[in-house]
């Protein structure tokens, strides 16, 4: 016998915790989703981000324990957010990026060792940890890929498609564009096949369709180590003999002193630092935005491609193909600019001309007009605006009309354009390779249904009875 109830079953809802560990931060992120609608797409999304004090863990090299222990207060947090009794079953992750992959290189125990103090905090938590490690520059970009699409419900087919399954459509996918710190992706799916280079290429069957994405990470590229590139390039084309240098990507009037030494401290920049007769670099901006642009150009290297189109540094770049959704320091520095539109993009002119007229800003009058903003963003927003321009451009080309095909965005939804959520999509085993089997009609399709029916037999039954007993009216009409 069926038993009615009028009070809704409560909400059977599951979480998932995941920890981005950059190169400049670690932001905390939990997910929820319905337990019963796990495999749908577009139904996980973000309800909490904490970003954790202080430096990223690859900054803790002098005192890993540290490391470990930045991480207590967002924990904290995130058992505050996630009910008590779910604590158990929910699933904990961290991936460390571009930061962790240089300190890597640069030394693998003391990189094991932050690894070891920050599973150390995250073991004692009451949830269910699954694990710390360094993820690839492929896996970041194949992430973030998965993300956006999964959040702009691209994987997603309309309901009435799966009874007609040969007219299923290849709506596009969009590319994904993330600058970080210290390493920048770009992923999307290309028009031409094969792609040309293994290490670029990835194949995925998401929800019953084949996608091969063109990927690369590259390292050293993100917007924090990309200055000191360009620093480390510009001391070399100088004959400054007491470390002072004329800085275009700063503004007027605006001074820094930095160490020589943090400057040549990893593997991005090789040697040069035991020929400088000083210790320290004082810089001093001029603000100059097509000076700085070519000074910037210089970390491209274009001079060699062995395949049949290159980014820089001979790396395999197919023709750019489709939407693309711009984020983190894309976003966070446009958004500074007032430059991200949700409907129409602002044209690359606009963009350049208002990066311009912002580097050309004196120094003191910036800082009055925005006193809140931590001085480090502040300062650096002529160079990021002018470093993206040069990326986007020159690096990736997308000309004046391409351009219109970048939507710089943070969050989509309620969720951070990012590669964690992709993440734990894949690790919860949340995106199948196959169409998950068609759930029975809604109430609601199944209602429409049913007076669709109705009027389709009351229109049958209708015209024959018009067309065996036509009335006298009719039948005269018609001789
Ligand atoms: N203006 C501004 N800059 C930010 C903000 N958050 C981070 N940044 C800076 O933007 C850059 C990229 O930040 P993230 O995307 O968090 O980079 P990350 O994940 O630490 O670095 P990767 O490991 O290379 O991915 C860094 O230079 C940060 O210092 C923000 O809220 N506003
Ligand atoms: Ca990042």
């Not at 605006?254 to 943090?262: A, K, T």
Request: aromatic share 12%.
């Amino acid at each position: 016998m069926a038993v009615s109830q009028n009070k809704p079953l409560p909400k059977n809802i599951k979480y998932g915790i995941v920890l981005d560990a950059g190169s400049s931060h670690t932001n905390l992120y939990v997910y929820e989703w319905p337990a019963e609608k796990e495999n749908d797409t577009g139904v996980v999304h973000q309800v909490e981000v904490c970003k954790v004090e202080g430096l990223g863990i690859s900054g803790y090299s002098q005192d890993t324990e540290k490391a470990g222990l930045s991480l207590q207060q967002c924990m904290k947090r995130a058992q505050e957010v996630v009910p008590e009794q779910q604590h158990g079953e929910t699933p904990v992750y961290l991936g460390a990026t571009a930061g962790m992959r240089l300190l890597s290189l640069q030394n693998r125990s003391i990189a094991d060792r932050v690894l070891s103090a920050v599973e150390k905090t995250l073991h004692s938590s009451p949830f269910n940890f699954q694990g710390a490690r360094v993820i690839s520059g492929q896996e970041e970009g194949a992430y973030g890929w998965i993300t956006i699409n999964y959040l702009l419900g691209n994987f997603k087919q309309p309901g009435w498609l799966n009874f007609l399954p040969h007219l299923r459509s290849s709506r596009g996918t969009s590319g994904a564009l993330d600058l970080g710190g210290a390493s920048t992706q770009i992923t999307f799916v290309p028009d031409q096949e094969p792609i040309e280079s293994q290490e670029n290429s990835l194949h995925f069957r998401l929800y019953g369709k084949n996608y091969n994405v063109y990927t690369h990470s590259f390292l050293c590229y993100g917007k924090d180590q990309a200055l000191r590139l360009k620093l480390a390039s510009d001391l070399q084309a100088s004959s400054t003999r007491n470390g002072s240098l004329l800085d275009p990507c700063f503004h007027p009037g605006y001074l820094r002193i930095m160490n020589i030494s943090d400057l040549y401290t990893n593997p991005c920049i090789a040697n040069g630092e035991q020929q400088l007769p000083f210790t320290q670099l004082h810089l001093q901006g001029n603000g100059d935005y097509q000076r700085c642009r070519t000074t910037i150009q210089k970390i491209f290297n274009t001079s060699h491609c062995p395949y049949s189109s290159c980014s820089f540094n001979g790396i395999f770049l197919p023709p750019l193909q489709g939407e693309f959704g711009a984020f983190s320091a894309f976003y966070f520095v446009m958004n500074f600019l007032n430059l991200t539109t949700e409907k129409n993009p602002v044209p690359l002119d606009k963009v350049t001309s208002t990066v311009e007229r912002f580097c050309s800003r004196p120094w003191h009058e910036v800082k009055a007009e925005f006193p809140k903003i931590k001085e480090k963003y502040l300062s650096e927003y002529c160079f990021s605006g002018t470093y993206i321009l040069s990326l986007l451009e020159n690096g990736y080309g997308f000309t004046t009309e391409k351009w219109e095909s970048i939507q710089f965005l943070g969050k989509i939804g309620s969720s951070d354009a990012g590669w964690t959520l992709g993440y734990m999509l894949n690790l919860t085993n949340m995106i199948p390779a196959e169409k998950p089997p068609t759930r029975p009609l809604s109430h609601a399709s199944y209602v429409g249904l049913m007076v669709f029916c109705s009027l389709v037999l009351v229109a049958v039954l209708l015209l024959g009875w018009l067309t065996f007993h036509k009335p006298k009216c009719l039948q005269k009409g018609l001789i």
